[in-house]
């Protein structure tokens, strides 16, 4: 399955959940994850959709290390299937 199909999958099953799911176009930065989802009780994640078997570009790898580094948690997700349980993950804790 395409990126961009797996994207909007990803956007109404956020929205479904009641959460918002904005897409990140940073002018100032590269690689930076392409949505940052945002959940009840201000639960935030980040997401760097992928086309079914690609894997981020080493740019992208480096922008998730450093979110996370700073406690962020940061997802790849290139299978529909992994859409439920991002979204639980970033519900949890
Ligand atoms: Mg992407």
Redesign the pocket.
Known sequence: ML?KNIEKKLVKAVKDKGGLCLKLNSLSMIGIP?RLILMNKGKIGFV???QKGLKPRPIQIRRIKDLRKLGFKCFVIDDVERIGGVIDEICST
Do not use: A, G, N, R
């Open positions: 990126e392409d760097e959709l992928k």
